[in-house]
C-alpha cells in the first residue's frame, strides 16, 4: 500500500523568500502520480502540481517547482518567493495505477511572515 | 465554469438522521470522488465512481451509500448518521480513471453529528 510521509508539521518562511516542503512516498508500483494541493484557511482543495513517475523532467508551475528524485523517493515542494497569500496547509498525495484514491500526506502548515 | 460544487456548505444533524450530500460538476469528467477529512489528517477516500454508471468502495466505506445519478452528479448518503461522522467532506472529479489524472476538488460540507 501506498505511505506519504510529511515529516514538517509546520513551517515558517520570510515573504520573498524560497520555502521548501518535504515529502517522501512509499510505493512499490513502478507509475505512479504524485500531487500536492494546497488548503488554505477558508478550507478548499487546490491543485498546485503534477509529476508523474516517468516524468525526466521535474515538474513546475509558476513560482511552484517539484524536486523528485525517485531514487530517494522523495517529491518535494518548492515554493519560491514567498507571498502572504501562501500561508496554507500543503499535502503531498499519491496515486498508483492500481488504485482510483489520492493516498494523501499529514500535511504541512506553512506560515508566511511579512 | 464553476468547477466542482458541493451543498450544502454547512450541516448538523443529531444522532440516527440521515441526509444527502450532493455534489456537481461541470467539466464533463468521467470519475468522481468523496472523500472525509478528519482534523489532523489528510483526506480519506470514502466512495469513488470510475465511470457513469458505476460506483466503488474506498477506504472507509462504512457507514455511507452513494448513486451516481448522472455524469455531472454524484451523491453521498447518511443513512443514520453518527458522532464518528463528523468530519469535512470533499467531493472530487477526474478527467478518466487514471493515476496521472488531476481530481479536483469541491469547497467541502462541515458536517456536524451531535
Known amino acids: 500500500a501506498q505511505k506519504i510521509t510529511q515529516t514538517q508539521p509546520g513551517m515558517f518562511v520570510q515573504e520573498k523568500e524560497a520555502v521548501t516542503l518535504d515529502c517522501t512516498y512509499d510505493t512499490s508500483d513502478p507509475s505512479y502520480g504524485l500531487f500536492w494541493y494546497k488548503q488554505p484557511s477558508s478550507g478548499e482543495m487546490i491543485f498546485l502540481i503534477y509529476?508523474?513517475?516517468?516524468?525526466?523532467q521535474n515538474a513546475t508551475e509558476g513560482r511552484y517547482s517539484l524536486n523528485f528524485q525517485k531514487a530517494r523517493k522523495s517529491a518535494n515542494l518548492v515554493i519560491s518567493a514567498s507571498q502572504l497569500g501562501d500561508s496554507a496547509m500543503y499535502f503531498c498525495?499519491?496515486?498508483?495505477?492500481?488504485?482510483?484514491?489520492?493516498?494523501f500526506g499529514e500535511g504541512t502548515q506553512l506560515t508566511v511572515n511579512p | 465554469n464553476a468547477g466542482v460544487t458541493q451543498t450544502p456548505k454547512f450541516q448538523v444533524l443529531k444522532t440516527g438522521q440521515s441526509m444527502t450530500l450532493q455534489c456537481a460538476q461541470d467539466?464533463?469528467?468521467?470519475?468522481m470522488y468523496w472523500y472525509r477529512q478528519d482534523p489532523g489528517m489528510g483526506l480519506r477516500l470514502i466512495y469513488y465512481s470510475a465511470s457513469e454508471g458505476t460506483t466503488d468502495k474506498g477506504e472507509v466505506p462504512n457507514g455511507y451509500n452513494v448513486s451516481r445519478l448522472n455524469k455531472r452528479e454524484f451523491s453521498l448518503r447518511l443513512e443514520s448518521a453518527a458522532p464518528s461522522q463528523t468530519s469535512v467532506y470533499f467531493c472530487?472529479?477526474?478527467?478518466?480513471?487514471?493515476?496521472?489524472?488531476?481530481?479536483?476538488f469541491g469547497p467541502g460540507t462541515r458536517l456536524t453529528v451531535l
Open positions: 472530487a472529479s477526474s478527467e478518466a480513471w487514471d493515476f496521472t489524472d488531476t481530481q479536483y
Open positions: 498525495a499519491s496515486r498508483e495505477t492500481s488504485g482510483s484514491r489520492l493516498t
Open positions: 509529476q508523474g513517475s516517468y516524468d525526466q
Open positions: 467539466m464533463n469528467h468521467n470519475s
